[in-house]
């Protein structure tokens, strides 16, 4: 890669496409897997209307999945458990 590129951004990574928002009792989640090592740490935002104001909260977990779309579904079930274990407590 030439100096120019690297310095005005062209032949970086390229972005990974943003995953399907899901509506899960209330909640919305969007995986986010972000890349860890050549892999993928389980992240996912989670929103949720409280108190007629607009939530979010950013799950981040240390486990790491080689495949994306893996990590994408590992992604939403561990939403999933942290709403159905705290529901609106999650935010704060």
Known sequence: MSLLSRLFGGGGPKPEPKA????????????EPMP???QFRIAALIE???DGEMK?????RADVIRDREDAEQA???KAK???DEQGARLFG
Do not use: C, K, W
């Open 56 to 60: 979010t909260h950013h799950l981040v």
């Open 48 to 50: 949720a209307e409280v």
């Open 36 to 38: 860890a090592e050549g």
């Open 75 to 77: 992604s939403i079930r």
């Open 20 to 31: 399907e928002t899901i509506d899960y009792n209330g909640f919305r989640i969007t995986p």
């Open 81 to 83: 458990q942290m709403i």
